[in-house]
């Protein structure tokens, strides 16, 4: 009998696909992907004992990290109004696109227009969007080091070059803009600047977001503004947008309510263009911008709708709390880092979620590097932090602190217990 199409029978043109390809490169060099090979390495056999994640950007999973009842409401009422149900319009949602271009110009001394609002599936796909549009044939952007590595992955897969500059722990992780200078040349169409800054929780200052933006204009390249952690700031500076100087440079903001409102799964970001002078427009980046959410999906349209309640209702209070208690985990995590032998940390966070540890190998027995460092602490100990050489720091490792104190206090005393059995004996 003749076969029925199975193997065998029939030659298919489809094929595993060689190796070392974009898709396959930008893959793994992921966040979840990195963690996922960290957490392979629990103990299955290790008890009763909970696994502690320090290694993610979702607070959600710690009770005292809950999003506003405001928002929740809003999201319920919207539900219930039964004009939230069908496709909405390519760009977003007329009121969401309204209410955050208020939202954002609450902090500019100009006023952004629903038309430099357009809605994504949070700022990852925001992310997405704007490095696919920006990718030309032999153009390159510049990337801080350390990052978030989302920005490399999309930029290898889009065919597009990045180019790493430096960021400087000792100043604070301030960009080093000689450094970033000599990397630009004819064919660098942006740089992107984090703040605050996931992985190394800090926050720039006027004065050195002004010499950033001098910087660009010097280069004649544009400036993509992640402040998807906007106003989480919990230290001696405030949170200043890189929109504020928009008559110098082109600004395209990313932002979400993902991380200030504690709803990362709701998937509501944006992108904002910060254009006084019209050079986005001239170069019609914001049809590039339709053209290309014209072929990707939207946000939920019932989150959309749900927007302008959530942005106008939320209290003062709440974002007090929320700083609150990053504050004294952030505290907490510090001074635990700086009784341990073999990590360093060598800047209090002061904004976002993060603190970057600095591994001093010299002090650690038979650690060969931070990939090795997390999963040994991940079988040993039961606890996850995220490898540095995810972000583009070989030896270094990301914590997030934004858990209670209970399961903060328990990891830190963990890792501080890893840290002795390994410590190698002084001569």
């Not at 977003?92 to 609002?117: F, K, M, T, W």
């Not at 994504?120 to 044939?137: F, K, N, R, Y």
């Amino acid at each position: 009998m003749e076969g029925n199409g199975g193997a065998g029978t029939t030659k298919w043109s489809i094929s595993r696909p060689s190796a070392g390809t974009p898709l396959e490169a930008a893959g793994t060099m992921s966040i979840r992907a990195v963690l996922n090979r960290v957490f392979s390495s629990v103990d299955d056999g290790s008890g009763p004992r909970p696994v502690l994640t320090l290694g993610s950007g979702d607070p959600t999973a710690s009770p005292c990290f809950r999003p506003p009842p405001e928002a929740e409401d809003a999201i319920v009422e919207a539900l219930r109004s039964g004009k939230h149900n069908g496709y909405s319009p390519t760009v977003g949602v007329l009121s969401a696109r309204r209410a955050i271009a208020e939202y954002l110009s609450r902090d500019l001394s100009y006023q952004l227009s629903p038309d430099n609002i357009y809605l994504t599936a949070g700022c990852c796909q925001a992310i997405e969007v704007i490095i696919s549009v920006l990718a030309q044939p032999g153009s390159n952007v510049l990337l801080p080091k350390p990052g978030f590595p989302l920005y490399e992955s999309r930029t290898m897969f889009s065919n597009l070059e990045a180019r790493h500059f430096n960021l400087i722990p000792e100043r604070g992780w301030e960009a080093d803009l000689e450094s970033l200078e000599a990397l630009a040349d004819e064919n660098t169409v942006a740089m992107v600047i984090i703040n605050p800054s996931n992985p190394c929780g800090s926050v720039y200052s006027y004065d050195h977001l002004a010499k950033i933006a001098e910087t660009a204009r010097k280069l004649g390249i544009i400036i993509i503004a992640d402040e998807v952690y906007d106003h989480l700031v919990f230290g001696n500076k405030p949170f200043i947008p890189m929109g504020v100087f928009a008559d110098i440079v082109p600004v395209i903001t990313l932002g979400s309510i993902s991380k200030r409102w504690l709803v990362p799964g709701w998937r509501l970001g944006w992108i904002a263009t910060c254009d006084l002078n019209c050079v986005l427009k001239e170069a019609q980046v914001d049809k590039l911008i339709e053209n290309y959410i014209n072929i990707t999906n939207d946000p939920a349209t019932f989150i959309q709708g749900a927007v302008p309640q959530i942005i106008a209702n939320t209290k003062e209070d709440y974002f007090n709390k929320i700083l609150n208690l990053l504050r004294n985990s952030a505290d907490l995590c510090y001074n635990k880092i700086k009784e341990t032998r073999g990590i360093t940390c060598p800047h209090k966070p002061e904004g976002s979620m993060f603190v970057m540890v600095k591994l001093d190998l010299s002090l650690l027995h038979g650690i060969q590097d931070d990939l090795d460092f997390c999963c040994r602490l991940a079988k040993e100990d039961s606890v996850i932090v995220l490898p540095g050489s995810a972000l583009g720091m070989k030896d270094w490792i990301r914590i997030n602190f934004a858990t209670d104190v209970p399961t903060l206090e328990n990891a830190l005393e963990r890792i501080k217990s890893f840290c002795q059995r390994h410590a190698k004996l002084e001569a």
